[in-house]
């Protein structure tokens, strides 16, 4: 049965940070492409940042220079650092592990999601 558990989301001020973990089991982790999503109200869910399983890191403009994602394979954990925090940044955000299995097969799965809230 495959896991991924979030943790870390709160209520945070402006300019604040939060430290988001994702915590996988039931994957061989290290061979998963690691996203963080996130989802306002009223909103499509949208990409925040992934980390491929080669290391590769992307992220979507708007986090740029505020956010880090990492992973620790031996932890099977994904991490998102969020420093200065934006109200906009309020959201649910959600832990993504996607892999590609050829050209037309693949495999994607969701953790429960974690709240973040930022005050301004």
């Known amino acids: 049965q495959v896991q991924l558990v979030e943790s870390g989301g709160g209520l945070v001020q402006a300019g604040g940070s939060l430290r988001l973990s994702c915590a996988a089991s039931?994957?061989?982790?290290?061979?998963?492409?690691m996203g963080w999503y996130r989802q306002a109200p009223g909103n499509q869910r949208e990409l925040v940042a992934v980390i491929s399983s080669g290391g590769s890191i992307n992220y979507a403009d708007s986090v740029k220079g505020r956010f880090i994602i990492s992973r620790d394979n031996a932890k099977n954990t994904v991490y998102l650092q969020m420093n200065s925090l934006k109200s906009e940044d309020t959201a649910a955000y959600y832990c993504n592990a996607h892999r590609q299995f050829g050209s037309s097969w693949s495999r994607d799965y969701w953790g429960q999601g974690t709240q973040v809230t930022v005050s301004s």
């Open positions: 039931g994957i061989i982790f290290s061979i998963y492409d």
